[in-house]
């Protein structure tokens, strides 16, 4: 008997299988060495005291997180700016994103321009989005108090004034990123068949409840999805807070990815900044988990 | 066999030629095109003297420069040399990551170290190592739209600097008298249009000194003082009173001519080559407590981690001599009191007046560098919401200086 009628010593199952890891391998090697490897560093790192300026460095165990947690009022403060711009931002942006979904899911005439109108900001980059709309929003020759003005309503110095301030951010990135869910809501939204709709009219279902009763329940996986991913990317928010306003006025925008970014990069306290990123990173776990625990429950 | 040998020959002889080059990188956040053609021509001197060495200048955005340079220094991949701002000099030459250059300037033949100004050197100089040599001591400036002021029938600031009646007041009263709404025209535009943000101190602290107040002497807050916050009352009646500054939340752009008047350092005079009004320039006011010229100042330094340092302390000291920094002059003010003096500086920008660089010559001999603090940028961040606590009609400005000194006094 030949080796070649006998076949590998190897089993098919075997063979696919390092066939299969061979594939993943160079995406495994890089989320090994660029997320997983800086995830345990960043977890070492915050407990030291490390100053990224002179390099110099002591273990300091917890202490960074005592300090942030019952030390210092200012963290609190920014976990709160954090918290409020994710409760503006989330049903907002859903709300939002779902009735453009289920406008523009319907075939009409045009809709495709209305998408690409409405995705165009996700594309468009967040540095000339931030410039546009600080421009848009100045106090007197701003084009939003002017429009405002139009019908004799004075406008506040949105990006100016502490009360202001964190709505206007938050309208902004709505406005930039709500077109990604508008896509997935109107993915989701295709792949309900038709007939559902239909029996329900004939049963003699109205247009909202064919949306309460058919429509959202079968919507909640990709409202899951949604909210997952919406919740980490306002609290990981950094570029609109970078460059809008600086976390002022007053620390009102002072949220707390932006003050990770100063404490390690201004201040040179990196192991504090490294606490605070684990921190931030605890908490969007225990959101993401909590949302799906909530999911699970509702089944 | 012959042909194998010439071959591994050859190329033994480029590896080794290779192997004695040496390339000095050197962080600039500059991106001009001229200021680059310049450094790169010192650059083609050095290599006259040292001809297996090439400089190369990596440019750095301005608002980014501090964080990666300090990255880079983090990462193990230092640049041999860079320059830095007078604020983040403290922070560097406490963290000890700057090379003491000091006995290869003074080993330099001719280099005259005795030449540079003292009061200039002081952020440099620590415990007799030299740390850096200043290659831009720049004096802030009143530039001011002369076709506006004509226009308008007004005495100008030069006018009025050479009879001694060029006050902060008048200046207000100038900017209130210029603003013309109707056309889109604003009064007096802060630094760069970042007085209330990035540039809050830049704005201020020339303001407050010409009142005889100050940022913090002998790590005392002076900026609840009497003096400063008389000064800061001027400023804020500027935005609110009689609307003569542009506000926060607006854009105003003197080198577009629709501010007729701001606050910059003579760099600046490259964004004027083609604008269609006349203008001028002038020191900055004089308030109750006389003149006040403020200047900002930025170094050349070599890095303690950098792979060349004895090279990279030749060629700052090539750098710094007093040929080039003749040749420098031209866009930076010199902190060299020989090229400060001399006939060729005042004529060195083609686009400016010896009579206005003489201006910029009577601030750096007069004026005092901007504040600084090897705690700089924590203090700046604790005194951030105090300062924007000011920017609203009814802010109780002696309250919030005196909350100001409270907060940043624990860094000083």
Not at chain 2, 53 to 60: A, E, G, L, N, P
Not at chain 2, 298 to 327: C, H, P, R, S, W
Request: glycine share 8%; proline share 5%; with cysteine.
């Amino acid at each position: 008997m030949s080796a070649a009628r006998t076949g590998p010593s190897l089993t098919l199952r075997t063979r696919e299988a390092i066939a299969g890891w061979l594939f993943v391998s160079p995406i495994l090697t890089g989320f090994l060495i660029f997320f997983v490897g800086p995830l345990i560093a960043v977890f070492y790192y915050s407990t030291t005291e490390w100053n990224l300026l002179s390099q110099q460095s002591r273990f300091v165990g917890m202490d960074n997180y005592v300090d942030a947690l019952t030390a210092n009022d200012t963290f609190w403060h920014v976990l709160g700016n954090s918290l409020v711009f994710a409760a503006g931002l989330v049903p907002l942006n859903m709300a939002l994103a779902l009735g453009l979904a289920l406008a523009l899911s319907k075939p009409m005439r045009g809709v495709v321009i209305f998408r690409t109108v409405f995705f165009a900001p996700v594309i468009t980059s967040a540095v000339a989005w931030a410039i546009i709309w600080t421009f848009l929003l100045q106090h007197e020759s701003g084009a939003v108090n002017q429009a405002l003005s139009v019908v004799g309503v004075d406008g506040p110095n949105w990006l100016h004034e502490p009360n202001w301030a964190m709505a206007s951010v938050i309208v902004t990135r709505v406005l930039k990123t709500v077109g990604l869910n508008m896509i997935l809501y109107i993915a989701a939204l295709q792949t309900i068949p038709r007939d559902y709709e239909e029996a329900a009219r004939l049963e003699g279902a109205n247009g909202w409840e064919i949306f309460r009763r058919i429509t959202w329940p079968l919507l909640a996986p990709t409202t899951l999805v949604i909210m997952v991913i919406t919740v980490v990317g306002s609290l990981k928010v950094f570029d609109h807070i970078y460059l809008m306003t600086g976390g002022g006025p007053q620390n009102a925008t002072l949220v707390l990815a932006f003050y990770i970014y100063e404490q390690g990069f201004k201040f040179f306290n990196t192991g504090y900044a490294s606490a605070l990123a684990v921190v931030l990173f605890v908490l969007i776990l225990a959101l993401t988990i909590l949302q799906m625990l909530l999911k699970a429950a509702r089944k | 066999m012959i042909k194998r040998l010439i071959v591994a020959t050859a190329l033994c002889g480029a590896m080794g030629t290779a192997a004695s080059a040496e390339n000095l990188r050197f962080t600039v956040w500059t991106g001009s095109q001229a200021h680059l053609d310049m450094l790169n021509g010192i650059a083609e001197g050095f290599a006259e003297t040292h001809p297996d060495v090439t400089v190369q200048f990596d440019t750095i955005p301005f608002g980014d420069y501090v964080q990666k340079l300090t990255l880079q220094l983090a990462g193990g991949n230092p640049p041999d040399l860079g320059w830095l701002l007078e604020n983040s000099a403290p922070a560097f030459v406490e963290a000890g990551v700057l090379a003491d250059v000091g006995d290869t300037l003074n080993g330099t033949d001719g280099y005259d170290y005795g030449d540079l100004s003292e009061p200039a050197m002081g952020l440099w100089v620590k415990d007799d190592a030299v740390y850096g040599v200043p290659f831009s001591t720049s004096p802030f400036i009143v530039y001011y739209n002369k076709s506006l002021y004509d226009a308008a029938g007004l005495e100008t600031p030069t006018e009025r600097a050479a009879d001694g009646s060029w006050t902060w007041d008048q200046l207000k009263s100038d900017a209130a008298a210029l603003r013309d709404a109707d056309a889109g025209v604003w009064g007096y535009e802060t630094v760069d249009g970042q007085g209330y943000g990035a540039r809050v101190w830049h704005n201020l602290i020339p303001i407050i000194r010409a009142h005889g107040g100050d940022a913090w002497t002998d790590g005392t807050c002076r900026l609840d003082s009497e003096q400063s916050v008389e000064a800061v009352k001027l400023f804020h009646d500027m935005v609110y009173a009689d609307g003569s500054a542009v506000p926060p939340g607006e854009q105003g752009d003197f080198f577009s001519g629709n501010a007729a008047l701001t606050v910059a350092q003579i760099s600046r005079v490259s964004k004027l080559a083609d604008v269609d009004f006349d203008w001028g320039i002038a020191p900055l006011p004089a308030g109750p407590a006389g003149e006040a010229a403020t200047i900002g100042q930025a170094g050349v330094v070599a890095f303690a981690q950098g792979k060349n340092k004895e090279l990279a302390a030749e060629f700052l000291a090539y750098m710094t001599n007093k040929d080039n920094v003749a040749i420098m002059a031209a866009f930076f003010p010199p902190a060299r009191k020989s090229v400060l003096e001399s006939e060729s500086f005042l004529s060195s920008n083609p686009a400016v007046t010896p009579e206005q660089m003489e201006i910029v010559a009577e601030g750096i001999e007069t004026g005092s560098v901007l504040p600084s603090h090897e705690r700089f940028p924590q203090i700046e961040a604790e005194a951030r919401p105090d300062f924007d606590a000011l920017w609203s009609e009814d802010a109780d400005i002696q309250a919030t200086m005196t909350k100001l000194c409270k907060d940043i006094q624990p860094l000083l």
